[in-house]
């Protein structure tokens, strides 16, 4: 019940275009939703986050969808670039619960 | 400059040895966690801690023990018992809310442990 199921693994995107990487989970106590960035050989970092009163939220590019009943969230990445190729993941968090349950991770490449 | 250290970077042991990974944070957060990373997974929590001297244990805390004597750093060691400790760790913290929650972890860059 604590998984957070991400997919696709990888993902390879042509410049322009549109990258979508979709999360599921079970757990309907979960109230905050992140996704973090990660470079090679470097830490995550924070990318957006959402909480389940909204359905989408839009930062940049970079977009949350978010469907509550469906228990499923999703990042897509507009206008992909080939500096956002790296792995994202996903993650969900209930309450005040101390830690964040994450994803298995997306390997993103976006094609010059 | 604020934010997390991690050292070493790169960090070799031999079966047997114990070693310790250094997290260090000025961002006055009061939790921190130390997660582990495999290829082809997602990040596994080892040991979190909320306050000084103070910590609970993760999902995968068998072969690992940490301390927290000041709020600022929370080491890691990495113990012979932990049979395959060849891996990428993550420090990270946070903040907490008002209302006890604690949302948003800031990470470190990580330490490369790998057992020769």
């Known amino acids: 019940q604590q998984q957070v199921k991400q997919s696709p693994q990888s993902l390879i995107v042509q410049k322009g275009g549109i990258s979508i990487i979709n999360c599921a989970y079970e757990?309907?106590?979960?109230?905050?939703f992140p996704w973090y960035q990660q470079f090679p050989g470097k830490g995550p970092a924070l990318l957006i986050a959402?909480?389940?009163?909204?359905s989408e939220k839009k930062e940049g590019r970079f977009t949350i969808s978010f469907n509550k009943s469906a228990k499923q969230f999703s990042l897509h990445i507009m206008d992909s670039q080939p500096g956002d190729s790296a792995t994202y993941f996903c993650?969900?968090?209930?309450?005040?619960?101390?830690?964040?349950?994450f994803g298995s991770g997306t390997q993103l490449t976006v094609l010059p | 400059d604020g934010g997390i250290t991690q050292s070493p970077k790169y960090l070799f042991r031999k079966e047997g040895q114990n070693v310790t990974l250094s997290c260090e944070q000025n961002?006055?957060?009061?939790?921190m966690y130390w997660y582990r990373q495999d290829p082809g997974q997602g990040l596994r929590l080892i040991y979190y801690?909320?306050?000084?001297?103070?910590?609970q244990k993760g999902d995968i805390a068998e072969g690992y023990s940490v301390s927290r004597e000041k709020k600022e750093s929370f080491p890691l060691t990495v113990t012979s018992a932990q049979k395959n400790p060849t891996a990428f760790y993550l420090c990270?913290?946070?903040?907490?809310?008002?209302?006890?929650?604690?949302?948003?972890?800031?990470f470190g860059p990580g330490t490369r442990l790998t057992v020769l």
């Open positions: 990270a913290s946070s903040i907490r809310l008002a209302g006890g929650h604690y949302n948003e972890q800031f």
């Open positions: 757990n309907t106590a979960f109230d905050y």
């Open positions: 959402i909480r389940p009163d909204v």
């Open positions: 993650a969900a968090k209930a309450g005040s619960a101390r830690q964040l349950t």
């Open positions: 961002l006055n957060h009061d939790a």
């Open positions: 801690s909320q306050i000084v001297n103070d910590f």
